[in-house]
């Protein structure tokens, strides 16, 4: 049995707190929470003891779930590291290159497994296209939030964006060329709103856009290549694929156009979105990897490189900013 603790048991704490408890193989060991008043509440409300110091729950766990806030990442992964445990921590992986970079290394040493929480990628949307070849080299994508003073202790990048850079690397297999940003300070002291073209040495070009200001919701994202347009609704959990028609499509709808090379059939079709829980579904693997040795979904290094690719973004629009 898999003994877990859980470091920050705010709003999203409670989530995983929720999820760990219906998984299979584990053992909910305690949790710690600097808010004396929320810490009561929840010890109450899941039966689970209270640790008063992150290392009393180290030591006490064989991996750690850190859903505390950004500026704390780096000093509890260090410690949950140095002390031999598993680490799932949630995204962004850390506050500044350094301490990513730090995490890196140390996660390697350690040789521990260590999973970074981008929980985009267990989207049941994006997970009905795991059996098609992806290979975009145009992709946009709208990523709108409305204000929430919750999640404003990092930029509307790393808040936000960050969720999308980090499916565009997983999908495009090449490294960046260049990157243009624009971005707005409008709530808060960091971007609230910004606008990002990401090009790859591939040829791949990634436009997108992310605002935590917004009076409605979106998070779509739009990939083109070569004969396929694809279309990925994150927030509805639809997708739609289409493409020319070959001999293997199956349960698509058809028709005919007209081009200077003849007639072609386009295909459309929507694959099944099947119902999962993304966020239980990445502490799964999260646990699988642990028990089977095999190398997190998500690892430190995907983290990291997602951090690198917002942070350029952030220089760019600093160097934009008047002051």
């Keep these: 049995m898999l003994k877990i603790g859980v470091i920050g048991a705010g709003h999203l704490g ?20 600097t808010d004396d ?10 039966a689970l003891p209270r640790f008063a110091t992150t290392n009393e729950l180290l030591d006490a766990c064989d991996a750690v779930d850190i859903v505390a806030p950004t500026t704390f990442h780096f000093e509890l992964c260090e410690a949950a590291i140095k002390k031999g445990k598993h680490v799932f921590v949630e995204k962004p992986l850390a506050n500044t290159m350094d301490e990513a970079r730090a995490l890196v290394k140390l996660a390697k040493e350690a040789n521990i497994k260590f999973q970074v929480g981008h929980v985009e990628r267990f989207n049941p949307a994006f997970l009905a296209l795991k059996n098609m070849a992806l290979q975009p080299m145009f992709i946009e994508v709208h990523r709108l939030a409305q204000f929430n003073p919750r999640g404003t202790d990092v930029s509307v990048i790393l808040d936000l964006m960050i969720h999308d850079i980090d499916i565009i690397l997983h999908l495009v297999k090449s490294n960046v060329n260049y990157i243009s940003a624009n971005g707005v300070a409008v709530m808060s002291d ?25 009076m409605k919701k979106m998070r779509k994202m739009r990939l083109f290549q070569k004969d396929a347009y694809i279309g990925i609704d994150f927030l509805e959990k639809k997708t739609e694929v289409i493409k020319l028609n070959t001999p293997e499509d199956k349960d698509v709808f058809t028709f005919d156009i007209e081009t200077n090379n003849g007639k072609k059939t386009i295909a459309v079709a929507n694959p099944h979105v099947q119902e999962v829980n993304a966020i239980k579904m990445e ?5 699988n990897a642990i028990l089977t040795n095999t190398e997190t979904a998500v690892p430190v290094v995907d983290g990291f490189r997602a951090m690198e690719v917002a942070h350029q973004i952030l220089e760019k629009i600093s160097k934009k900013t008047i002051h």
């Excluded at 995983?16 to 929470?33: P, Q, S």
């Excluded at 008043?37 to 899941?46: F, G, L, Q, S």
């Excluded at 502490?283 to 646990?287: A, G, I, M, N, Q």
């Design 14 to 33: 409670k989530i995983h707190l929720n999820n760990w408890a219906a998984i299979e193989g584990v053992k909910l060991i305690g949790f710690c929470d």
């Design 37 to 46: 008043e929320n810490a009561k509440i929840v010890a109450e409300k899941y």
């Design 190 to 214: 960091t971007p609230d709103i910004a606008n990002v073209r990401i090009e790859f040495d591939n040829g791949c070009v990634a436009n997108l856009t992310s605002s935590r200001i917004s």
């Design 283 to 287: 502490l799964e693997e999260f646990k």
